[in-house]
Nanobody, 130 residues
């Protein structure tokens, strides 16, 4: 089984930007459904953005749409998350996770953390504060 390694977290002031990376150790995940998730202190883990592994469809959570942009570089087996106009409520540990793609999988259901039972990274901390 491959591994996922997140990087790029840190501290930033409100309105700032960060770019996260999630690198897979295997090409096996290139056509898996993959996404970014986050967990704020005292809150449940939530889906931020997910890509369908086969049809390329994407889902962005309402809270980040228009501010965050995710992209994949299959040649590097890497998923990126460009986060702009960060807010204090974006603070949390950001994880990437992946699972085999299935058909008719889209929208928020595609990005529910409970549907990713296997491969998770260790997470990277993002702190947004003045």
């Amino acid at each position: 089984q491959g591994q996922l390694l997140e990087s790029g977290g840190g501290w930033v002031q409100p309105g700032g930007s960060l770019r996260l990376s999630c690198k897979a150790s295997t090409s096996t995940y290139d056509y898996y459904t993959i996404g970014w998730f986050r967990q704020a202190p005292g809150k449940e883990r939530e889906g931020v953005v997910c890509f369908h592994g086969e049809n390329g469809g994407s889902y962005y959570a309402d809270a980040v749409r228009g501010r965050f942009i995710a992209s994949r570089d299959l040649s590097e087996h890497t998923l990126y998350l460009q986060m702009n106009n960060l807010r204090e409520d974006d603070t949390g540990v950001y994880y990437c996770a992946t699972r085999p793609a299935i058909s008719r999988d889209y929208g928020s259901q595609m990005c529910r953390p409970g549907r990713f039972p296997g491969s998770w990274g260790q997470g990277t901390q993002v702190t947004v504060s003045a």
